[in-house]
Every structure is written in C-alpha cells, then in structure tokens.
Antibody
C-alpha cells in the first residue's frame, strides 16, 4: 500500500522547536518531490515547503523562511521538517504529501500547537 | 505568487442535482512542456486529509467516480459534480502547481440542500 505517515507533532511554547518526520512506504520514495502542507484549525490548506528528489532544490513559503528546514533521507524513505522559532500562527495540522503534479498521497497529519 | 480564488465560498445542492465550483487564477497556469494547465482539485471530508480528485485541470485520478469532472483553461476552471451524492459533502479546494509557491484556493464548502 502506498502511504506516508507523519509523526513528531505536539505542544511547544512560542520560540521553541519541533522536528516533524514523514515515513514513506509502498513506492520508490527517491523518485518523487515531497511536500509539507499545513492547515490551521478551521482554515484552508497552505503549502509550506517542498524538496526535490535528491534534496538539492528546496522551496519555502515566505512566512517560514529562515525558521523551517526541509530535508530527506532516501535511504530511509524519510522526510523531515525542522521547525525553529515557532510562533502561535504556526499552529496547524501538518501534512506530508507526495508531490507528483498534484499531491496524490497524503498522510493523516500531525498536530502542532504553539502556545504558552 | 499566483492567487487562486474560488467561488462560491459555500454551496447547497439537492441530491441528484449538479454542483459547480469555480476557480480563477491570477495569471496563466499553462505548463509549456505539455500545454496543459497545472490545476488540481481536492476533496476534504471532515476529519480527513485532502484527496486528489483531478489533476491537469481535467484528468480524473484512478478510482474517482465519473460524476466528478474538471474543465477550463487559461485562468478560469470549473469542478462539476454531475449528480450530487450524500457522500460528496466536503470542502473542495483548487490548487495550482505550475509556479512556486504552490497555492490553494480558499475552499468551497458543499452541503446537501
């Protein structure tokens, strides 16, 4: 079964850090761009970051540039989002998605709550 | 950034009737390599992740019922559900993936009348 599974969410204070992970299975992970998409409570979808197949091309939404870092380990079929200097407005469900001209595989998401 | 604007924000349609959702991009999303529009439609049911229904504006993904169809070109696109079923209640999003950053419409909430 083709799937991705996120982990690492939780409650963190403003200014804190969190590391999200995404494990892919059932497909050749190294063949695909991968993305993080978030959804604040009761709000719409927002693309956060993506990464090409070999990790050499990275993109970020302006609001997270300089704070978030995306990376991957193709040997372990894993994608990571390191989130530093977290703000209350980063509170959201974070989804990992396979990026194949449209996000065709999504995880169930992991909730990140930034609050004191 | 390319801005995606959906209309309406919410829609109530009777079972068996047609539902139409519109999406407008602030600039062309034509992909020169294949002359297709980089436009996807997603369905998100309550408590679930989004599901990709259509890519390249009109290509239905495997397993998606044929009552769902996508059309349009240039900057105007439409998702049509030809005969609404109760299980189609959801929020629908359009998204462009031609030019970074990928951007989504604000969503259209579809309900049963």
């Amino acid at each position: 079964e083709v799937q991705v599974v996120e982990s690492g969410g939780g409650l963190v204070q403003p200014g804190g850090s969190l590391r999200l992970s995404c494990a892919g299975s059932g497909f050749t992970f190294s063949n695909y761009w991968m993305s993080w998409v978030r959804q604040a409570p009761g709000k719409g979808l927002e693309w956060v970051s993506n990464l090409n197949q070999d990790g050499t091309e990275k993109n970020y939404v302006d609001s997270v540039k300089g704070r978030f870092t995306i990376s991957r380990d193709n040997a372990k079929n894993s994608l990571t989002l390191q989130m530093n200097y977290l703000r209350p407005e980063d509170t959201a469900v974070y989804y990992c998605a396979r990026d194949d001209y449209g996000y065709d595989v999504w995880g169930q998401g992991t909730l990140v709550t930034v609050s004191s | 950034d390319i801005v995606m604007t959906q209309s309406p924000d919410s829609l109530a349609v009777s079972v068996g009737e047609r539902a139409t959702i519109n999406c407008k991009s602030s600039q062309s999303i034509l992909y020169s390599s294949n002359n297709k529009n980089c436009l996807a439609w997603y369905q998100q049911k309550t408590g679930q992740p989004p599901k990709l229904l259509i890519s390249w504006a009109s290509t239905r993904k495997s397993g998606v019922p044929d009552r769902f169809s996508g059309s349009g070109s240039g900057t105007g696109f439409t998702l049509t559900i030809s005969s609404l079923q109760p299980e189609d209640v959801a929020v629908y999003y359009c998204q462009q993936y031609c030019r970074a950053p990928d951007t989504f419409g604000q969503g259209t909430k579809l309900e049963i009348k």
